[in-house]
């Protein structure tokens, strides 16, 4: 299939292994820093629920999940192993995550006949990203996808070298695994296997089915779940995105931000932050001047799954800075190939490519560097919000003797012990839409939505905790009103958390 056009051997005066072992040091601290000093994203509450709540029930049939299962999955033995630091091990395990995403990325690279020197520089400008800072720090379901879709490029290319369907199939269960994970990452899958096909002939078709079987393979484990909770499972991963994200927009006055003129000034402006604008305004003028020469396999297939994973990072709503990630495993690989081209260039071309990276880079990193300074200054929000969860469930326990408790913001309490109510699993995001699901729908799926907030009085919570969910200045609505008027109408007694900003209701003294 391939054997006219095998992958070039690496080439080119080779990087001492040293630099690459301090680099890697330097990028396991960076990581592992930024783990501990990010402030707390609004989206880790499901994501963290998800996968305390997979460790002991089986997601979509005993709580809703509002992404494709795989990540509640392959985190949650953290939740089991760290009860009591679940929320911090989660977030360390992403740093890991990221960490073997570049290591695949080089590794890519190395296989596609890359440099050593220029697989480094063109990785280290993916990390320098700022999605890739982002989703590196915190504890959500873009990392892990990006690792998968890194390791699938991988398989890609050694079957490009070595023309067997064992390295398709394995591409392919990568891929799928990787949309079980995320879906906007399904266009980069398929536009792998729309790139095979396109090489014509018997070899192309074979190997297209060779990758559909393994992403077949790859998807499986989420299509049971499927069978196994059909309502839930479509509300959860299809219709939740469709419909929710519109209807708290425009509740909150703000629909006009879904536009898709908004839509496309927010993807600029996040692939702005950091190298991604500036390395894809780069590959495309360096596509456009090599278009009449003849491309590798390789640099095809990077084309083409550029192509994918910008429509990919364009499908989802509201536009955010995560959904950048499907883009940075074929911008790596891109990015090697222009810089092992860029040594025929003149120097001052040279110098000018090095110049304009080397600044785009400063806005990926700004945010990562603030939050970094801030926990030298003023200590981690991870480590103080653990302290919080742990003094709760001692104040819930030692005063009521009970441990059950509800709330909108599930990783700032699961760290204390206490039961959390399944029902919040997804944290506000269902409930803030409840008017979109309804209360028989609400009650088949397991969540609580304000019109079924008074089926809590059938096993009153022994704690409820709010002040987490209070609006903000685009979206003033405040989730959290309801269980402070629930717990106030019972007789709980609110207690201030350390930090100041959470009330912790206390059913106990309602008794006393």
């Known amino acids: 299939m391939y054997r006219q056009s095998v992958l070039a051997p690496a080439r080119g005066r080779a990087v001492p292994i040293a630099i690459v072992i301090v680099v890697a040091m330097a990028l396991t601290i960076w990581f592992g820093l930024t783990a501990i000093a990010t402030p707390f994203d609004h989206d880790e509450s499901q994501y963290v629920a998800g996968a305390y709540f997979s460790s002991h029930l089986l997601v979509f049939r005993d709580f809703l999940y509002l992404q494709p299962p795989l990540h509640s999955w392959a985190y949650a033995p953290l939740a089991w192993l760290f009860p009591g630091h679940m929320v911090l091990a989660m977030r360390l395990a992403t740093a890991a995550t990221g960490l073997c995403t570049l290591l695949a990325l080089g590794m890519a690279q190395r296989i596609a006949g ?196 910008l429509i990919g990072a364009a499908l989802p709503t509201p536009s955010q800075v995560q959904y950048v990630m499907p883009l940075l495993p074929p911008m790596a690989l891109a990015l090697g190939y222009l810089f092992d081209d ?79 109510d399944p029902r919040f699993a997804p944290g506000p995001f269902a409930y803030r839409t409840g008017w979109t699901i309804g209360p028989r729908l609400a009650r088949q799926v397991h969540v609580i939505i304000p019109a079924t907030l008074r089926d809590l009085d059938r096993d009153p919570p022994d704690a409820i905790l709010t002040g987490y969910e209070a609006g903000t200045r685009k979206l003033p609505m405040r989730p959290d009103d309801g269980l402070v008027d629930y717990a106030r109408r019972r007789g709980y007694r609110t207690l201030e958390m350390p930090d100041g900003i959470g009330r912790l209701y206390l059913r106990s003294f309602a008794r006393r």
């Open 114 to 309: 890359i440099s050593r020197g220029n697989a480094v520089v063109a990785t280290l400008l993916v990390a320098a990203t700022a999605s890739f800072q982002f989703t590196g720090s915190v504890v959500r379901n873009d990392m892990l996808p990006t690792l998968l879709s890194s390791m699938g490029l991988v398989a890609s290319l050694l079957a490009l070298r070595h023309c067997t369907p064992r390295y398709w199939l394995a591409a392919g269960s990568l891929f799928g695994l990787a949309i079980a994970t995320k879906l906007n990452f399904a266009p980069l899958g398929l536009m792998t296997g729309l790139f095979v096909i396109s090489t014509g002939g018997r070899g192309g078709v074979r190997g297209g089915c060779w990758l559909a079987a393994g992403a077949a393979l790859g998807l499986a484990p989420m299509l049971v779940v499927w069978v196994l909770a059909p309502d839930a499972f479509l509300y959860g991963v299809l219709t939740y995105g469709a419909t929710a994200p519109h209807a708290w927009y425009a509740a909150n006055g703000a629909f006009d931000e879904l536009s898709s003129v908004e839509k496309l000034t927010d993807l600029l402006k996040y692939l702005w932050k950091g190298p991604a604008l500036a390395a894809l305004i780069l590959l495309v003028a360096n596509w456009i001047a090599t278009r009449r020469q003849v491309r590798s396999p390789g640099r095809r297939l990077a084309i083409w799954m550029t192509g994918g994973a």
């Open 342 to 420: 860029a040594r025929c260039w003149t120097a001052s071309r040279r110098h000018m490519l090095v110049a304009f990276l080397c600044l785009s880079v400063i806005p990926g990193l700004l945010p990562a560097i603030r939050h970094v300074g801030s926990m030298m200054r003023n200590g981690s929000p991870v480590l103080e919000a653990e302290g919080a969860a742990h003094w709760a469930g001692m104040k819930v326990r030692a005063l009521g003797g009970g441990d059950d408790v509800a709330t909108l913001s599930p990783h700032m309490i699961l760290g204390s012990g206490l039961k959390l």
